[in-house]
């Protein structure tokens, strides 16, 4: 994507509205929940940040696929969860606390791993033309400023000024579903020209990706935990991702505009299927599947793990 008000203004300011508005609801003590929860948030975070990468590598090399659109898919696959996952949660019947913290430890890991995941992709699918070059350091430091950097911001608001962070995070939640739908408009505006072959490519694939990555991430969390609400958080955790973090990379970093595609599709397709985990979360619920611990009962505090 050339250089415009999108990417030089509205991407910048959208994703530190998105990110800022996550941190208005973390403590520090998210981040420790990994002790009270260490099974679902290891299965959370390998499946996160290692299988949905694995699983997309792989969907591709079966799958015919622009070495762009591959990229950007690639790309996806590295983000984190985005900045409605809580809420989602919230709405399955799902473990909010624990969605809370695979959100902000994955936000914090990705940093890292989405350099080394973007350039795997790039020495896979363009390695021979060599057409773009990730600069891996200065990458990470961009993406620390556009990500860790807003969330701690608004960790400080909630931690100085709660009542404030309480106040704005309506508005705020409300703001970042505006500059989403802006953004991804703003990208399918840019490449009007190639969308219905974009849309042919990249639809169905985004849609199967975000099927089989949260339906494998349900199943593969109850058969570990036994925990249907830790397995429908985990679904939902890896179904919905930060199209507009894989936006502003493909756009500001890489500075490609048919690497945006795969994020912006896969940002309309995956709301029918994260509607999907929201009724099965709560039918699981009044079905009574959920494991319950009473407080007080220590007999089954293992059955939150």
């Not at 624990?98 to 791993?113: E, K, N, Q, R, Y």
């Not at 970042?176 to 072959?197: H, P, T, W, Y």
């Amino acid at each position: 994507m050339e250089s415009s008000f999108v990417t030089q203004i509205l991407l910048p300011i959208a994703l530190f509205i998105i990110m800022m508005g996550m941190g208005l609801s973390l403590v520090p003590a998210d981040f420790k929940r990994i002790i009270l929860f260490p099974k679902a948030v290891a299965t959370g975070i390998i499946l996160k940040l290692l299988f949905v990468p694995a699983l997309t590598f792989a969907l591709l090399a079966i799958a015919p696929m622009s070495p762009e659109l591959a990229v950007g898919f690639i790309l996806l696959a590295a983000c984190p969860g985005g900045a409605t996952t809580n809420l989602i949660t919230h709405l399955a019947k799902g473990d909010v606390a624990l969605s809370i913290t695979l959100t902000a430890i994955a936000s914090v890991i990705t940093v890292f791993s989405i350099p080394v995941f973007v350039e795997i992709g790039l020495l896979t699918y363009l390695g021979e033309r060599q057409a773009i070059q990730l600069p891996f350091f200065s990458t990470i430091i961009q993406i620390l400023l556009i990500t860790v950097l807003p969330v701690c911001v608004g960790m400080l608001i909630f931690n100085r000024f709660p009542q404030v962070a309480k106040a704005l995070e309506r508005p705020v939640k409300l703001l970042s579903a505006i500059f989403l739908l802006l953004i991804i408009l703003g990208v399918l505006i840019q490449e009007r020209a190639n969308l219905g072959d974009f849309f042919r490519q990249a639809g169905p694939f985004s849609l199967f990706l975000n099927i089989a990555g949260m339906g494998l991430g349900y199943a593969i969390t109850w058969l570990i935990t036994r925990n249907a609400a830790q397995a429908v958080t985990i679904g939902i955790e890896i179904g919905v991702v930060n199209g507009t973090l894989g936006i502003a990379i493909a756009a500001g970093i890489l500075q490609n505009s048919v690497m945006t595609i795969p994020s912006a599709i896969y940002s309309i397709v995956m709301f029918p299927t994260v509607m999907l985990m929201i009724y099965v979360g709560t039918r699981s619920a009044k079905a009574g599947l959920r494991q319950e611990v009473s407080p007080g009962d220590p007999s089954q505090a293992d059955a939150k793990e």
